[in-house]
């Protein structure tokens, strides 16, 4: 069974930028499409980005033009670059496939926006 494990959260302030990763143990390539999830405190988890192994790519509207979601199939490694980053980003960020297989929860990455 594959398992993923996201990286790269941090603190950062408002309108600065992190690149998550999220590296899987084996190929990835059935996992279509891939996805970023985050939960806030005291809310659901939402689906975020997604991308097919084609590299189509869609987004939730709160995040169209800040984050870009990319994958590499040959690394078993999908990437998720967030800008300009909002207090309202702060949130547990997790990768998985769309939608989502209890198999796939990883730890998850750690990512706050605050001044």
């Known amino acids: 069974q594959v398992q993923l494990v996201e990286s790269g959260g941090g603190l950062v302030q408002p309108g600065g930028s992190l690149r998550l990763s999220c590296a899987a143990s084996?190929?990835?390539?059935?996992?279509?499409?891939m996805g970023w999830y985050r939960q806030a405190p005291g809310k659901q988890r939402e689906l975020v980005a997604m991308?097919?192994?084609?590299?189509?790519?869609n987004y939730a509207d709160s995040v169209k033009g800040r984050f870009t979601i990319s994958r590499e199939n040959g690394k078993n490694t999908v990437y998720l670059q967030i800008n300009s980053l909002k207090p309202e980003d702060t949130a547990l960020y997790y990768c998985?496939?769309?939608?989502?297989?209890?198999?796939?929860w990883g730890q998850g990455t750690q990512v706050t926006v605050s001044s």
């Open positions: 998985n496939k769309v939608p989502p297989q209890r198999a796939y």
């Open positions: 084996g190929s990835i390539f059935s996992i279509n499409p």
């Open positions: 991308v097919t192994s084609g590299g189509s790519t």
